[in-house]
C-alpha cells in the first residue's frame, strides 16, 4: 500500500520512457518503483493502452497516487473540455487515486464561464484536481496560470498546482521566480532536471541539471509529495531507481 506518511516520494510512470511502459505496461513499472523503495505512482493516461483491464489492476496494488491526464481542461475554442474533466475523474476514481493532474489547455479571456461549471463538478468528486504547468504558451508560462488562478479565486474555484521545475524551460521562464511566486498554490511537485542540448531543453536526471533545483525545492511549501518525473535508465532499473529516490530523499532532508 502508498505510504501515509506526510511526504512521499513518488515516481511519475513517464520515466521510464513510452515506449518501454507502452510494451510492459504500467503495471509491471509500478511494481519495479515499489521494488525499489517509493512510495507511490503516477498513472499516465497518454500510456494505457487497454484501460478497462489496467485501471482495476493498478488499482488493487494501493499505489496510485495521482492520475495524469494528456487532456486540457479547456478545449482550443476555449470551452471547458467537459468529456477531458469526466474522463480523467472516472479514471482517477477507478484507481482509486486522490488527485487528477491537469493542465489548463486553451483557457483564455473567453473561458470564464466554464469555472462555474467545473466548481460545481468538483463539489461533486472526492478527486482532487491540481493544474499543472505544461509546455506550452497557454498553459505554461507564469503569466498564463496567474491569470487562471486569479480567474479561478474570482469564481470561488480554489485550486492548487502540480508545479513542474523542468517545464519552465522549454517556455523560457526562470523556474525559481515561478517558485517563490505559486508556492502557496503547490500541493505536489514533479522533480525534473534540465539540459540545453543543440538548442533545445531536454529532460535529464536531477543531478545533472543546468537548474538550481535545490533551490526551487527549499521555495516549495514543507511536506508535499514530489515525484521523479526524468529519465530512469540503466541496466538495473531497480537499483538505478532507488538510488534516485534516495538523492532526493537526502534533498528533501536538508530542503
Known amino acids: 500500500m502508498m505510504s501515509v506518511g506526510q511526504a512521499p516520494l513518488l515516481i511519475s510512470l513517464s520515466s521510464f520512457g513510452a515506449s518501454e511502459v507502452l510494451m510492459r505496461g504500467q503495471l509491471h513499472y509500478t511494481r519495479l518503483a515499489q521494488a525499489a523503495g517509493a512510495d507511490g505512482v503516477e498513472v499516465r493516461g497518454e500510456l494505457l493502452v487497454d484501460a478497462a483491464a489496467e485501471l482495476p489492476a493498478l488499482a488493487e496494488t494501493g499505489l496510485v497516487a495521482v492520475y495524469s491526464s494528456p487532456d486540457g481542461l479547456w478545449a482550443a475554442d476555449g470551452g471547458l473540455d467537459v468529456e477531458a474533466l469526466e474522463l480523467g475523474l472516472r479514471r482517477a476514481t477507478a484507481l482509486r487515486a486522490p488527485r487528477l493532474k491537469m493542465a489548463i489547455g486553451g483557457f483564455g479571456r473567453g473561458a470564464l464561464g466554464g469555472l462555474a461549471a467545473l466548481r460545481e463538478r468538483l463539489a461533486q468528486s472526492p478527486v482532487e484536481l491540481v493544474i499543472e504547468n505544461d509546455q506550452t504558451p497557454a498553459a505554461g508560462t507564469l ?21 513542474d521545475m523542468g517545464n519552465w524551460h ?27 542540448q543543440r538548442e533545445r531543453w531536454i529532460a535529464v536526471p536531477i543531478a545533472d541539471s543546468v537548474a538550481p533545483w535545490r533551490a526551487v525545492l527549499r521555495a516549495m511549501p ?34
Open 143 to 163: 503569466t498564463a496560470l496567474q491569470r487562471f488562478f486569479t480567474a479561478a479565486d474570482a469564481a470561488g474555484l480554489s485550486l492548487g498546482m502540480t508545479f
Open 222 to 255: 514543507a511536506g508535499l509529495p514530489w515525484a521523479i518525473e526524468y529519465p530512469l535508465q540503466g541496466d538495473d532499473l531497480v537499483a538505478t531507481t532507488h538510488n534516485e529516490l534516495a538523492l532526493l530523499r537526502a534533498a528533501r532532508e536538508l530542503a
Open 170 to 196: 522549454w517556455m523560457g521562464e526562470c523556474a525559481r521566480q515561478a517558485a517563490e511566486t505559486l508556492a502557496p498554490r503547490v500541493r505536489y511537485v514533479h522533480c525534473k532536471g534540465v539540459q540545453r
